[in-house]
Every structure is written in structure tokens, then in C-alpha cells.
């Protein structure tokens, strides 16, 4: 079984920065990638951001250039730096962890509020 924890989120202001966390617990061993995804109410939930075991990243267009996805393999945590935040950058944004297998869990989600 995997725990995926996220912090980090909250309000602010259109213009400025926040870094999300997102700790892996349990048997994480062998997994793919990790990701970021957020979703708002009455919409699908959507990529933002994955990186791989071997640190490669992708990122949604829509992001690209402002956020930046990371990892720290002993710390089991991916992090989600989120700079020149736009208001239609709120959501909330979920962690997600993916096997090769298919199998993949899911964080329960922190809240990020842009104000302009």
C-alpha cells in the first residue's frame, strides 16, 4: 500500500510563488513516475507535471516555464515549485504515484488559491 501526503498549499496573490510537497510512504519501490495533477470543481482533473525515477520531467503547456517539478529520492518527496502564479492556476492540486504495472495512487489534495 502507498500514502501520498501533500502540503504546501494556500492563498496568494496573483504574481507570486508557492512550493508544494508531496511525501510517498509504504511500498514504493519500482514506481514509474510521479506527478502532479489538479483539478477544479466541474472539470476533469489534469496533468500539470510528472518526473520519472530518472528525473525526467514533463509539463502541461499551460505551465510550462513558471512551474518546475522535483525530486528527492531520500526524502521520498516530490516537490512542485509554482512561480508567476495565475488565478486560473487555482485548484487542487493532487499527487500521484504511477507503476509500470498500471497501478497508481493518489494523494487527498491541497488547496491552492490564486487572488488577482
Known amino acids: 500500500q502507498v500514502q501520498l501526503v501533500e502540503s504546501g498549499g494556500g492563498l496568494v496573490q496573483a504574481g507570486g510563488s508557492l512550493r508544494l510537497s508531496c511525501v510517498a510512504s509504504g511500498t514504493i519501490f519500482g514506481f514509474n513516475h510521479m506527478g502532479w495533477y489538479r483539478q477544479v470543481p466541474g472539470k476533469q482533473r489534469e496533468l500539470v507535471a510528472t518526473i520519472t525515477r530518472g528525473g525526467i520531467t514533463n509539463y502541461a503547456d499551460s505551465v510550462k516555464g513558471r512551474f518546475t517539478i522535483s525530486g528527492d529520492t531520500a526524502k521520498n518527496t516530490v516537490y512542485l515549485l509554482m512561480n508567476g502564479l495565475k488565478p486560473e492556476d487555482t485548484a487542487v492540486y493532487y499527487c500521484?504515484?504511477?507503476?509500470?504495472?498500471?497501478?497508481?495512487?493518489w494523494g487527498k489534495g491541497t488547496l491552492v488559491t490564486v487572488s488577482s
Open positions: 500521484n504515484l504511477h507503476f509500470l504495472s498500471g497501478v497508481e495512487y
